[in-house]
Nanobody, 115 residues
């Protein structure tokens, strides 16, 4: 069992920045990522990073958001720059270990961007 705890959400004006952090109770050997969920919608992938360091981003955030992790692979960050009102959502940390069908989710953190 792995617990994921997000932090760093909040209220920011358009054009501003926020940095989300996700701390895992133990390292996840696999893919770590950030998803977001708009009201009434399914969660969508924002960014992910593999154990090899390869990253993937949703088209809507490319060039503005950056995913990274610490060397111990138990903390994943999402640096969000040039935020837009349409980035307003609940952001969830996600862990997908290799070799298991089990995936892990954090509790979510609210990001609100005012215009």
């Amino acid at each position: 069992q792995v617990q994921l705890v997000e932090s760093g959400g909040g209220l920011v004006q358009a054009g501003g920045s926020l940095r989300l952090s996700c701390i895992a109770s133990r390292s996840i050997i696999g893919i770590m990522g950030w998803y977001r969920q708009f009201p009434g919608k399914q969660r969508e992938l924002v960014a992910s990073i593999t154990i090899g360091g390869s990253t993937n981003y949703a088209d809507s955030v490319k060039g503005r958001f950056t995913i990274s992790e610490d060397s111990a692979r138990n903390t994943v960050f999402l640096q969000m720059n040039s935020l837009k009102p349409e980035d307003t959502a609940v952001y969830y940390c996600h862990g997908d270990p290799i070799g298991t069908a089990r995936v892990y989710w954090g509790q979510g953190t609210q990001v609100t961007v005012s215009s």
